[in-house]
């Protein structure tokens, strides 16, 4: 495992966000879901793409609060546009179980 210094990690833009909508992305190569995310006033609405189908439907996501990066370059997911990665771990099976806190947070909130 490389190591990073500080000043690594604090360039990496971690907020949490919730979900406002989320739809089907049936356009995805592997299962997805389209996701719209609350960032709070400073940072606004973002879009993200999810490989999340196997634990969570579109409309079980909205009202849960996410952890996000916000700070890296939209990336073209075929006819939908990512604004930010949605960030999670694998479980036993490889399928991603979401990263989120364990309390409500406001918006925007900053992972330090």
């Known amino acids: 495992m490389a ?4 000043d690594d990690f604090l360039a990496v833009d971690i907020r949490v966000g919730t979900i406002i909508r989320a739809e089907p992305f049936p ?3 592997k299962p997805a879901i389209k996701l719209w995310i609350d960032f709070g006033a400073e ?3 973002k879009k993200s793409s999810a490989q999340i189908t ?3 439907t579109p409309e079980g996501l909205v009202g849960k ?9 939209p990336r073209q997911i075929g006819p939908f546009m ?3 990665l949605v960030l999670g771990f694998s479980d036993d099976n ?3 179980v979401l990263a989120r806190p364990d ?3 406001p918006a925007g909130s900053r992972m330090h």
Request: hydrophobic share 40%; no cysteine.
């Open 27 to 29: 356009e995805a190569r």
């Open 3 to 6: 190591e990073i210094t500080f």
């Open 43 to 45: 940072i606004g609405e």
């Open 94 to 96: 490889g399928d991603i």
């Open 103 to 105: 309390q409500p947070v």
């Open 54 to 56: 196997a634990h969570y």
């Open 82 to 84: 990512s604004e930010v």
């Open 65 to 73: 609060q996410i952890m996000g990066v916000v700070n890296f370059p």
